[in-house]
C-alpha cells in the first residue's frame, strides 16, 4: 500500500469515516504525488481526482452525482472554495483537510510520531522523510517516535553517525581541522541533540557551532589558558567564554564551565597530536599577554609551561639545587612531553646529577667501601653523565646550565677518584687483596672455586667485556632484564641486595695484563705490551696459551673464543655452550673496547646487547644448557671529557708513563706495584676523569681511576634483575621532596536539597585490594612478611592481567617514580622465595608494563 493511500485513508477516517455517498476535501502536500485512482472502504468505492481549479472542483462534482471522492486540491483552490459555503456545507466535516508533518511521518514509518514541531525539522523530516523509512526498516519499531528519537534519527540522515556515535573530544577535533558547512536548519538541529547525546561537553559544541569558523578554535584555545593552576582569572583569560557562560545554551557556574571546558581541550589536543600545534602557539600568546610567569608555568597542558619550567629547574641545577622526582614527574606528565622528548631527557639527567651531587661526600680510607660506594654511586654518576651528554648531542637548549651541572659532577667524581688513587699509593699489594675484593687474578679461587665446592659438575661459561666500564655494564645489565621473552639479570645476595661483587683490575689497566690474569689466573709476569700490539699480534696466542696454564681448572676441559674466533656470528661459540663435555667455556666481546678506542671523540658509548655479536645468544644457550654465567670485564675505561684535559705527548698508554727520575705530571699519582706490574720501575697512573697523554680518543684506559679499575663481576641467570639504583636516582635520599601541589578542585554547586544531611557510609573492603591477598598462589609466610601496597600490587595484576605503572600508581596513590622502586624491591623479595609473579617490560612510550605470570591455587 502506497503512503498516498495511507495518507488519503487517515485523513477520511479523522473526517468521519467513509459513507456512502459525499466527498472529502484535501489540500495538496507532501506524500501525496503518486495518487491511487481509487479507494475501496466497507462502505464503497471512493474515486481520487486532482483538480486545478473550483470551476473544475464543481464539474467533477456535477458528474459524480452524489457518488463518494476524494478531490486533492493546491492550496490556493483550497482557499477559494473556502469562500464557497455551498461546497463546504457538502463536503465530510464541512471543511477542507490538510496533513500535518505527523501525518506524513507516521504515514511513511509505520508508527506513530508526536515529535515533529519545529518548523526546521518539519522541513528536514520531509526532506529525508524516504531515508527515514530506510533507516526504521532496519530496526526494531518503537511504540512511538517521541522528538529525542525523531531528532537523533535525523542527524543520522543528515550528517551521519558520528555526531551520535563519537566523543565530544573527537567531534572537536575534526571540526576545529574541518569546520561544518551545513544549512541553518541542519546546523540547528545538530546544536539541539548535542544537548541531549553529550551533556556538559554537547553544550559547549552547540555554543560554538553557531559560529564554527570562530567559536570551535576558542574553544580549544582558552581551554588550554584555563588549565593553570590558578584559582581566578580574569575575563582576558576566558575571551567570548566569560558573557557565553551566563547565555543558553550554556548557562553554567563558571566554576563547572572551567572544569568541562579543560577537559574537553585537554582530550581534543590529544586527539589531534602535532596538528594542535597553531591552536597552542596562539594559546601561549595570550597567556603570556594576560598571566604572570608563575602562574603560566602552572599549565600541565600550555608548551610555554612546559619551556618556562624546564629553564626554571635547568638554571636551579646550575645553582647547585638539586631538582626533585616531583619536580621531573610533572614534566613527564604534561602533555608536550612527548614532543620535547630531547629536553625532558636532558632535565632527567640533570636532576639525576643534581640529587647524586646533593649527597654529602664522607671520606673514607678503606678501600672496599671506596669500591663499594661506586659501584652503588658512583658508577651511576657516570651513568648519569653519559646520559646527559647524549641528551645534549640532540638538543639546542640547557647547554649552558648542563655544562655547570657536569663540572660539578666530575668534581665531586675527581675528589672520588683522588682519595682512591692515594689509598692504591699507600699499598698497592694491600689494597689490591683487601679483604672482601676480588681481584681479576683471583677470581677462580675466590669467586668460581665455592661453587665448584657446591656443585663439583657445575658447567660454567665466563664472559669477558672486553674494556666494559661499570656504568656501561650497568646499562647492558639493564637491557637484558627488561627482555621480557627471555629476561636475564644478576641474582640478589642473602639481604635481597642485587649488586655485583666488588672486584678490581690490576695495575695497569691494559688488555695484555688484566686479561692475562683472568685467564692465567695470577698476575703475569711479562712486558706490557702496547694495545695496538697485543690486539694484532699477541691476543690470540698468549690469552689461549695463558688459559691452558690455569691451575685453577685443574683438568677440567675448556675452550676459549677471542674475537677472530666469532668471525662466524658465534655458531661455534653456541656449539661449545651445548657441548656437554667441556667444563668451562670462555668468550671475550670486544665491543666496549672497539669503540672507546675510536677518535670520534664526538660520541659516547652506546651499547645495547643486540649490538654485541653473538653475546645475547651466547646467554641464553648457556641458561637452556644449565651453565652458570659469570660476567666481568678486564678493565673499565675512563670517557673523553675534552681536550684540555691532555697532559702530554705520551708514546705508548694514554693512562699511564715510565717516570724516571721524573715526578709525576698534574692529574697523575705515582705507584709503587711492587712487581705486580710488568717490569719493576716507577710509574705514575692518572686518576683524573679524561686526563690522557698522547692523541684523543672516546675511552681511554691504564689509569688508576674507580672507572678504570673498578669491573663487573657478578654471576647471570634467567629471570634475574638489574641492580640496584641509588636512593637519588629515583629522586630520595638527603633532598626532600615537595610534596606537589594538588590542582585546586572546586567544590560542587549545591542546591537546597543537596545540603541535606547524610549518614557517613562505612568504609568497604572491597576498595583495598590487600584484603584479597589470600588468593595470592604465595606461602602464607611469605604473604606476611608482605606491606598492603605489596599485596595490593598483586592482587590488582592477578585480577586485570597487566597494568602500567601510571595505572598502579593511581590505584594506589603513589607517585609513579616512587611505584618503580616498589616492583623492583617486591620482585626482588618473591624471587628470593623462589616465586615469579609478574614480569616488566618498558613501552615505546617510556612507561614500564606489569604482566601477571602466576598460577593460581
Request: aromatic share 6%.
Amino acid at each position: 500500500m502506497s503512503a498516498a493511500h495511507l495518507l488519503l485513508r487517515g485523513l477520511l477516517e479523522k473526517s468521519g469515516g467513509a459513507n456512502e455517498k459525499g466527498f472529502l476535501l484535501v489540500i495538496d502536500s507532501e506524500g501525496l504525488e503518486n495518487l491511487p485512482e481509487q479507494m475501496t472502504t466497507p462502505k464503497g468505492v471512493y474515486r481520487v481526482h486532482r483538480i486545478a481549479t473550483e470551476l473544475g472542483l464543481r464539474h467533477l462534482l456535477w458528474r459524480a452525482k452524489g457518488a463518494p471522492l476524494i478531490a486533492v486540491m493546491p492550496e490556493a483552490v483550497a482557499l477559494q472554495i473556502q469562500k464557497a459555503p455551498d461546497i463546504l456545507r457538502r463536503a465530510q466535516d464541512q471543511r477542507v483537510h490538510a496533513l500535518t508533518i505527523n501525518d506524513v511521518l507516521e504515514a511513511h514509518l509505520g508508527v506513530r510520531v508526536v515529535g515533529a514541531d519545529a518548523p526546521y525539522m518539519q522541513k528536514l523530516a520531509l526532506e529525508h522523510v524516504h531515508k527515514l523509512g530506510v533507516m526504521m526498516s532496519h530496526r526494531t519499531l518503537p511504540t512511538v517516535i517521541d522528538r529525542r528519537l525523531l531528532t537523533e534519527m535525523l542527524v543520522d540522515v543528515s550528517v551521519g553517525e558520528r555526531v551520535r556515535t563519537q566523543t565530544p573530544a573527537q567531534l572537536l577535533a575534526a571540526w576545529v581541522q574541518e569546520p561544518p558547512q551545513w544549512s541553518l536548519g541542519v546546523s540547528q538541529l545538530v546544536r539541539d541533540a548535542l544537548l541531549t547525546m553529550h551533556g556538559d561537553d554537547g553544550r559547549l559544541l552547540s555554543w560554538a557551532l553557531a559560529q564554527p569558523e570562530r567559536r570551535l578554535r576558542q574553544l580549544v584555545i582558552h581551554g588550554a589558558i584555563l588549565t593553570v593552576e590558578v584559582p581566578e582569572l580574569g575575563k582576558p583569560v576566558w575571551g567570548p567564554l566569560w558573557q557565553a557562560a551566563t547565555e543558553p545554551p550554556l548557562e553554567m557556574d563558571r566554576r563547572i564551565l572551567r572544569r568541562v571546558l579543560t577537559r574537553l581541550a585537554e582530550d581534543t589536543l590529544a586527539i589531534l597530536g602535532d596538528l594542535a600545534t597553531p591552536l597552542l602557539d596562539e594559546a601561549d600568546r595570550i597567556g603570556r599577554e594576560c598571566l604572570l610567569p608563575a602562574q603560566l608555568q602552572t599549565s600541565h597542558v600550555l608548551p610555554l609551561a612546559f619551556a618556562s619550567r624546564c629553564h626554571a629547574l635547568a638554571k636551579q641545577a646550575a645553582d647547585g639545587k638539586a631538582i626533585s622526582l616531583a619536580e621531573i614527574s610533572w614534566l613527564t606528565a604534561h602533555r608536550s612531553a612527548n614532543i620535547n622528548r630531547v629536553s625532558l631527557a636532558v632535565l632527567v639527567a640533570m636532576g639525576r646529577l643534581s640529587r647524586y651531587l646533593d649527597q654529602p661526600f664522607t671520606p673514607s680510607t678503606d678501600i672496599l667501601a671506596q669500591v663499594q660506594d661506586y659501584q652503588r654511586n658512583g658508577a651511576f654518576a657516570d651513568l648519569a653523565i653519559l646520559q646527559l651528554r647524549r641528551a645534549l648531542a640532540s638538543s639546542a637548549a640547557h647547554h649552558a646550565e648542563a655544562k655547570s651541572v657536569l663540572t660539578a659532577a666530575y668534581a665531586r667524581r675527581e675528589r672520588e677518584n683522588q682519595q682512591f688513587a692515594a689509598a692504591l699509593a699507600a699499598g698497592y699489594e694491600a689494597a689490591l687483596h683487601h679483604t672482601g675484593l676480588t681481584p681479576l687474578h683471583r677470581l677462580w679461587k675466590r669467586t668460581v672455586a665455592p661453587v665448584w665446592q657446591q656443585d663439583p659438575g657445575a658447567r660454567l661459561f665466563l664472559v669477558v667485556l672486553d674494556g666494559c666500564s661499570y656504568p656501561v655494564f650497568l646499562e647492558l645489565l639493564h637491557a637484558l632484564s627488561q627482555d621480557n621473552t627471555f629476561p636475564i639479570g644478576i641474582r640478589p645476595d642473602a639481604d635481597g641486595r642485587v649488586a655485583g661483587i666488588p672486584a678490581l683490575s690490576p695495575l695497569p689497566t691494559i688488555t695484555s695484563h688484566a686479561r692475562g690474569a683472568i685467564f692465567l689466573g695470577e698476575l703475569p709476569q711479562d712486558p706490557l705490551a702496547a694495545e695496538t700490539v697485543f690486539r694484532d699480534e699477541q691476543e690470540a696466542k698468549t690469552d689461549k696459551a695463558r688459559f691452558n696454564q690455569n691451575k685453577a681448572l685443574e683438568r677440567r676441559n675448556r675452550r676459549l673464543f677471542l674475537k677472530a674466533d666469532l668471525a662466524d656470528g658465534g655458531q661455534a661459540l653456541l656449539a661449545a655452550l651445548a657441548d656437554e663435555s667441556l667444563d668451562v667455556v670462555a668468550a671475550v666481546f670486544n665491543a666496549v673496547d672497539d669503540q672507546i678506542g675510536s677518535v670520534n671523540t664526538g660520541s659516547t658509548v652506546r651499547l645495547s646487547p643486540e649490538d654485541i655479536s653473538a653475546f645475547k645468544p651466547s646467554l641464553q644457550v648457556a641458561l637452556k644448557s644449565r651453565r652458570k654465567i659469570l660476567v666481568t670485564a678486564d678493565h673499565g675505561h675512563s670517557p673523553y671529557v675534552e681536550n684540555k684535559l691532555r697532559v702530554g705527548a705520551g708514546k705508548g698508554a694514554p693512562r699511564f708513563l715510565p717516570l724516571g727520575k721524573n715526578a709525576a705530571p698534574d692529574s697523575f699519582i705515582e705507584i709503587d706495584l711492587g712487581g705486580l706490574g710488568g717490569p719493576p720501575e716507577r710509574r705514575a697512573f692518572a686518576w683524573r676523569s679524561g686526563a690522557y697523554l698522547g692523541s684523543p680518543q672516546v675511552g681511554f684506559h691504564g689509569g688508576c681511576s674507580l672507572e678504570e679499575m673498578v669491573v663487573p663481576l657478578a654471576w647471570l641467570e634467567r629471570d634475574g634483575l638489574h641492580a640496584d639504583e641509588p636512593a637519588w636516582w629515583f629522586g630520595q635520599g638527603s633532598v626532600v621532596e615537595p610534596v606537589p601541589p594538588p590542582r585546586p578542585v572546586e567544590l560542587p554547586i549545591e542546591t537546597p536539597s543537596d545540603k541535606l544531611p547524610t549518614a557517613p557510609k562505612p568504609q568497604l573492603t572491597l576498595f583495598n585490594p590487600a584484603e584479597r591477598a589470600d588468593a595470592l598462589p604465595l606461602p602464607p609466610e611469605l604473604l606476611a612478611k608482605l606491606g598492603n601496597d605489596e599485596k595490593s600490587v598483586l592482587v590488582l595484576l592477578r585480577e586485570n592481567g597487566s597494568a602500567r605503572a601510571s595505572e598502579l600508581a593511581e590505584r594506589l596513590r603513589k607517585n609513579p617514580g616512587r611505584l618503580n622502586g616498589l616492583m623492583v624491591t617486591l620482585k626482588r623479595a618473591l624471587h628470593a622465595s623462589g616465586h615469579t609473579l609478574f614480569t616488566d617490560e618498558k613501552l615505546p612510550s617510556g612507561e614500564t608494563m606489569y604482566r601477571y605470570q602466576g598460577k593460581d591455587r
